[in-house]
């Protein structure tokens, strides 16, 4: 099995690298897994992950700059792909952050927090939302093997999605109000918070991402 770690330039790349390795082992699994900027290696890979980091509209230049554009969107129509932080971002139509276009596979926005946020005892909660969260599974998915509702996940963002369904939403987490922090459909599943800082629960849905056959 080949799994293609997609370097567009942007994005916790040897971090996300190290991860899934780490999950090969945990998973007993043999895969070649390649951190990658060719589209050819994108193409002939049998899963995918799409990480990201920083801002929207320099990762999304960043891709367009990159020739990468139509392997993605191949791994996104044919095979399991899994979509990391600003790289599940870019799967929505659009971002405020830049009012930025993304690929148009999810429908929705990605809205910012806003700046007058407060929690339930009245203290002011920072923008960007940053350290570890509770993340709450609304659907079940093969992805959850093993881990227990309300793991606490790593998050660092600004900006969140804003799906115009409610059906791709697997899983929300609170800030203060909830909001998608895991969504997909079909062989797409994607995460706002960085899996490869996540630990155990980062390591385990990378797990059974390649056990999965989307």
């Not at 890979?45 to 554009?69: N, R, V």
């Not at 959850?144 to 929300?172: C, E, K, M």
Request: a negative charge.
């Amino acid at each position: 099995m080949k799994v293609a770690v997609v370097d567009y330039g942007m994005g916790n790349l040897h971090s996300v690298l190290k991860s899934v390795q780490a999950a090969s082992n945990l998973a007993g699994i043999s895969a070649e897994i390649m951190l990658t900027g060719r589209p050819e290696d994108v193409f002939a890979a049998d899963k995918i992950i799409f990480p990201g980091q920083g801002a929207m509209p320099d990762c999304m230049g960043a891709l367009q700059k990159s020739g990468l554009g139509e392997a993605v969107s191949d791994g996104l129509k044919n095979k399991p792909f899994f979509g990391i932080c600003v790289g599940a971002q870019l799967l929505f139509d659009h971002s405020e952050e830049g009012n930025t276009a993304g690929l148009g596979w999810f429908a929705g926005e990605v809205k910012r927090f806003p700046n007058n946020l407060h929690d339930t005892r009245g203290d002011k909660l920072k923008v960007p939302h940053m350290g570890w969260n509770t993340v709450h599974q609304t659907q079940t998915h093969p992805l959850f093997q093993d881990i227990a509702q309300d793991t606490r996940f790593y998050f660092v963002h600004s900006y969140y999605f804003a799906p115009a369904a409610s059906d791709i939403v697997l899983a929300t987490s609170n800030y203060p109000d909830p909001f998608a922090c895991i969504v997909g459909k079909d062989n797409v599943f994607a995460t706002q918070f960085h899996t490869e800082k996540s630990h155990n629960g980062g390591l385990l849905l990378l797990r059974n991402f390649l056990r999965w056959n989307g």
